[in-house]
Every structure is written in structure tokens, then in C-alpha cells.
């Protein structure tokens, strides 16, 4: 379960870690400050672009660091909003990262805003019954600097020469923790990670345009709450009751709604914000009118908003998108008590909600190829 890289990655430094690393080594500590402005500001490609170390240091970090643990081996475009990411780690694992749009009226798709999705881990050992993701279990957490080098990496065009034009490619607006595998599972990788976008000798990204999703692990809920930075947090609801959440989540079994929504009842009063509910609708399972008035009374309870998210079919499972009526009927139930609902309609969240088939599909070709 844990992979200890040969080299780790540079990304997964702080600059504490780095400034002692530096220090071991005999040089000057000042030194930790200019290679992350490198790394994070001035988006440098190579040790070699890091003009003002000296050659002996920039061959030492090369001989120290990976500069770039995700490497990008597979770009899809959805029919319109969504790009999702096929990254390959340093011992072969493959993970996803999607950059969706969010269309503008007046604005060309490609200003509108950006929210970019990452994973951080290879698999996931959640199991929910719905999820591409989950069903060849974890294989591995990432490690910080995995996590981080995925901004990176939509970050990076090969086509942007200089550090002026990486930044204005570089720009997006919103960071949903919501890929590949149970973020509170992995949880020092993470908030290492986040801690290192967050920085301002990092990527300098604020804590309130992150977003964390989880299962519902409450134990990991409860300690999210006493972190300093003020992350956002959605949790993946998809049954409103014990008995139909259990169904799709075994995570409910050691979790169960009476134990879940104190700890997400705590986590807003800490921080004083409205914190979101993920419901994926699933024809016959979960979209009842039964199940949306139980949502809207836990909703309410937690003043929470409710993203409704049309199932997309994951191949070998049997899952269905309910029809459009009944989607509408649902998020109507929401509506009429006033619970702030969003119900997805874009097409391009097909290969978002579809999270982790990528990875499967391009894990099997090289099976059969065995390369
Ligand atoms: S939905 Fe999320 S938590 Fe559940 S199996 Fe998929 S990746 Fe894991």
C-alpha cells in the first residue's frame, strides 16, 4: 500500500523540509526559496532552466528530486466542457485529473471559469457499488507531491514557452479534491499537499476555493474541522436513508447517518460554511420522492446545498440515469422547502461522474499488450 518512490518528488517539498534538506547539504538556505519560486511561480520545466543556482546545486537537485512524478500520457475532450487527464506515476500507476468549464453567457468556453478535480489515490478501497473507481479496490495513496504535481500538469503546455504565458495558462478559479479515491483516507498526504498549494511560496491558491469530498469517514470529518486552513467540504450522500445509502456505500455500515451528520453539522459550525451535499440520482435506487423529502429534511437541518448529479453509466455495472421528469420531480421536492439545489445538466460531466474509467480502460489495453 505504500510506495516509496526513488527519488521523491521535488513538489512534495515545503519550504521547512526543503530549507533543511539544504542545509544538510551545505548550502545556503536562501537557496529552498528560489527553487519552489521556480517551481510554483515561474513554472520552470527543467532543473537546468533555474538559472540563478549554481551548476553543482542544479545537478545535486537532479540527482535528488523528480521533477515530474505525474507525467501526462493521455488528454480526452469531452463533448464540451470537460478534459480529463491521464497521468502515469513514477513506478507505472495511472491516475485522472479532470479540468471541467463552467460556460459563461458572452464568455468563450476557453475563458470561462475552471475548476480543476484530482485524485489522491491509485484505486480506492471505498467500494461504493456506483463507482468505476472503486472496482479494482486501492491499489495506493499518493504521495503529497503526486497530488500537487497534478496541478502542475494542467498547469504545464508544451506550446507555452515562457513563464508569463505558463501562468496565463495556468490559471483556474476552483480545486475540487474529488477524483480517484477517499481524499480523508490519505489524510497527512493530503493536507501536506493542500498545505503546498495553499503557500504563498507555493502555488498561493486560497483554502476557500478548495473543495474536499469524502464518503462520510466522521472520525476524518471531526479532525478536517480542527485544521487551521478553511477548506470547503462535500460529502458523497447518494441515499438519504441508512437503508438505501447502505445499499450503494458500505461505508454507511460503520458510519450510519446518526454518527455522519453531527460531524458535518460540526465541520460548518466551525467554520461557518454552508457545506454541500453530492447526490448521484440512480433510477430505482435512490430517487424516489421518498428519498428526496429525507434529503431536504437532512439538508435543511445543516442548511447544506444539494448538488443532484444524473447517474452516467459505468461499463460491467448496472446502474441507470433516471429520466429527465423524474430528475426534475426530485430537485422540485428540494425547491418547494427552499433547499439550494443544483441539478447538473451539462454533457460533459459524463466523463466526470464517470471518474476512473479512464484509468480502467487504459490498465486493461496494457494488460492485454503487456507492455
Ligand atoms: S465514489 Fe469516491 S469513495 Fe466511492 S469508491 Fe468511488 S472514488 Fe472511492
Known sequence: MKYTPAKPPITGETLDSLTERLREQGEPTFRAKQILEWVYKKRARSWDEMTNLPKPLRAWLDATFDF???KLVLGKQSTDVTDKLLLELSDRSLIETVIIRAPQDGVGIEHSRKTICISTQVGCAMACAFCASGLAGLKRDLNAGEIVAQLLNVCYREDAL????????????????MGMGEPLANYDNLI????????PWGLGFGARRITISTSGLVPKILKLADEPLGFRLAISLHGATDEVREKIMPVNKAFPLEKLIPAISAFSEK??????????????????????????DIARDLHAHVNLIPYNTVEGLPWKRPSVQRQEDFANVLRAVRVPVTLRREKGHDIDAACGQLRLKTEKDRDALAV
Not at 467554520?271 to 423529502?293: C, K, P, W, Y
Open 68 to 70: 515530474f512524478p505525474a
Open 162 to 177: 515562457t513563464p508569463r504565458a505558463r501562468m496565463e495558462l495556468a490559471s483556474f478559479d476552483n480545486i475540487v479534491v
Open 192 to 199: 501536506r499537499a493542500l498545505t503546498i498549494l495553499n503557500a
Open 271 to 296: 467554520h461557518g460554511r454552508m457545506v454541500t451535499l453530492e447526490f448521484i440520482l440512480i433510477e430505482d435506487v435512490n430517487d424516489s420522492i421518498a428519498q428526496a423529502e429525507a434529503l431536504a
